[in-house]
């Protein structure tokens, strides 16, 4: 069984540009949350999708944004990027049953010069 | 809000060593508590669990019990490997519907041949 799959690994972007990030989940797993990791912050939940639905929303601005397609295959948007958003993005996915295992992905390494 | 604090890091520690990282946790409700860990390079994986109080989750020698008095779910094992070297994080999620992580900071954990 394939594992979460994240596209692309590495991202180098420039302040004000914007961004879509990728992830499709194993299959079978109609839930697709993101997060993000940096040094100082953590791990930091940023939105669930279940069924092509936001299911559950972190504390983050409206620039980042995220959909669900019909496959499960998620899209993860920030728009006017900042240097601060310079982060690993972790996707995970899951059957969608509360608190059981998510999976996650390896990430993507975004750096906004 | 719900919160997870974790002890600093990073620990060090000798092969055949034993380990113990703190976890405590502030939530309103009745949590469900985990421990990831993460690889460099990679994504985080599930590691044991617990869903209520005084169960002990076990996974690889690694174990870990939810105490409510204490609001503790602290990570032991008693003796380690150079292959354990990773960051743990510990995380709580209150959601009966969806998935929601509160992460700790995590622990570096580094362990000498």
């Known amino acids: 069984k394939a594992g979460v799959t994240q596209t692309p690994r590495y991202l180098i972007k420039t302040r004000g540009q914007q961004v879509t990030l990728s992830c499709s989940p194993i299959s079978g797993h109609r839930s697709v949350s993101w997060y993000q990791q940096t040094p100082g912050q953590g791990l930091q939940f940023l939105f669930e999708?279940?069924?092509?639905?936001?299911?559950n929303k972190g504390n983050f601005p409206g620039r980042f944004s995220g959909r669900q397609f019909s496959n499960s295959r998620s899209e993860m948007n920030v728009s006017t990027l900042e240097l601060g958003d310079s982060a690993l993005y972790l996707c995970?996915?899951?059957?969608?049953?509360?608190?059981?295992?998510?999976?996650f992905g390896s990430g993507t390494q975004l750096s906004v010069l | 809000g719900d919160s997870v604090t974790q002890m600093e890091g990073p620990v060090t520690l000798s092969e055949e060593a034993f380990l113990t990282i703190n976890c405590t946790y502030t939530?309103?409700?009745?949590?469900?508590l985990f421990w990831y860990v993460q690889y460099p390079g990679e994504g985080l994986q599930l590691l044991l669990k617990?869903?209520?109080?005084?169960d002990k989750g076990s996974n690889k020698g690694f174990e870990a019990t939810y105490r409510k008095e204490t609001t503790s779910f602290h990570l032991e094992k008693g003796s380690v490997q150079v292959s354990d070297s990773a960051v743990y994080f510990c995380a709580l999620s209150e959601l009966i519907s969806g998935s929601r992580l509160t992460f700790g900071e995590g622990t570096q954990l580094t362990v000498n041949p």
């Open positions: 999708y279940f069924s092509e639905t936001q299911r």
């Open positions: 617990a869903t209520k109080a005084d």
């Open positions: 995970a996915s899951s059957s969608g049953r509360g608190n059981e295992k998510l999976f």
């Open positions: 939530a309103t409700g009745y949590p469900s």
